[in-house]
């Protein structure tokens, strides 16, 4: 690699893949990172170059949670609505594609009122919880962090 190159994150890639969606990028209500905010509800966040957090509600998460965690590419914040995604490889790509896509059509207040509230992103969970925030299943466990105000 030359001098003045960086390599390209997932991140970027994230970014790039969703352009023409009817997303809009903005800085994570929840730093560091970035969002990608649905007409003003910040529904993917991009805290690192590996990880991105899909807002999917608790209704979505109930019925496709099995399915997702059985990939080992997802791990879910169930009480939230979050989904955590790892970011490794082009197929992950096409699988936070996936989920953004139901994100939308879940989170989209154009196609039904919101029946529930908007919840904090489970990266700045209160420290006054006990236990880690994401149910881990790849062996390793991260804790939460204090919650940031918005």
């Known amino acids: 690699m030359s001098a003045g190159h960086r390599p390209i994150s997932y991140a970027d890639l994230v970014i790039d893949r969703f352009q023409k969606w009817p ?3 903005c800085r994570a209500d929840c ?3 970035r969002a990608l905010a649905l007409h003003g509800l910040q529904i993917v966040h991009l805290h690192g170059g590996d990880l991105a957090e899909v807002l999917l509600t608790q209704e ?3 019925r496709l949670g099995t399915a997702l965690t059985a990939s080992g590419r997802v791990d879910l914040s169930p009480a939230a609505g979050w989904a955590q995604v790892h970011l490794d490889t082009d ?5 936070l594609q996936s989920l953004v896509s139901l994100a939308i059509q879940a989170n989209d ?4 009122p919101l ?4 919840t904090a992103c489970p990266m700045y969970v209160s420290a006054a919880e006990s ?9 390793r466990t991260r804790r939460s962090r204090a919650n940031v105000p918005a």
């Open 60 to 62: 979505v998460i109930s």
């Open 91 to 95: 197929g992950d790509l096409f699988l």
């Open 131 to 139: 236990g880690p925030s994401w149910r881990r299943h790849r062996g």
């Open 109 to 112: 207040p154009g196609s039904r």
């Open 115 to 118: 029946r529930r509230t908007v």
């Open 31 to 33: 730093p560091p990172g």
């Open 23 to 25: 997303l809009t990028e």
